[in-house]
């Protein structure tokens, strides 16, 4: 699994993303990062949304590898899992599987302000 030190690296690498202007971010991201596997860092990325530091999105992505858009970003999958939606890049009609639906993570709006202001302050007391 992971312990103290993979999760201050993950929370380090979210706390960048959050002072930046990064809207939002692929797990994988976070793995390239930290070095840290996937599995452990989806793991703990969803502990986060649990304390409401970061959003869970999905994204629906076009199949056809030369369009390959972005079709729906989604807070929920039931209303499109096994239906069928027109891709607006390319105009064709997919059919929703799990295989062209990939997690996307958004940040709270309020932890970024609290990041941003704790780094501003951070930055006051180093010039004093």
């Given at each position: ?74 807070d929920e999958l039931s209303q499109y899992i ?34 941003k202001n704790k780094k501003k302050q951070k ?6």
């Amino acid at each position: 699994m992971y312990g103290w030190k993979e999760e201050k690296l993950i929370e380090e690498a979210i706390d960048n993303l959050a002072y930046s202007r990064v809207k939002r971010f692929y797990p994988t991201y976070i793995c390239k990062v930290t070095g840290i596997p996937l599995e452990n860092t989806f793991t703990y990325l969803l502990s986060l949304v649990e304390k409401g530091i970061l959003i869970l999105k999905w994204e629906i992505r076009c199949p056809d590898y030369d369009c390959n858009s972005i079709v729906a970003r989604v807070d929920e999958l039931s209303q499109y899992i096994n239906k069928c939606i027109e891709c607006r890049g390319c105009e064709e009609e997919i059919f929703v599987k799990k295989d062209i639906i990939f997690p996307v993570f958004e940040i709270n709006e309020e932890y970024r302000i609290y990041i941003k202001n704790k780094k501003k302050q951070k930055n006051r007391l180093k010039a004093q």
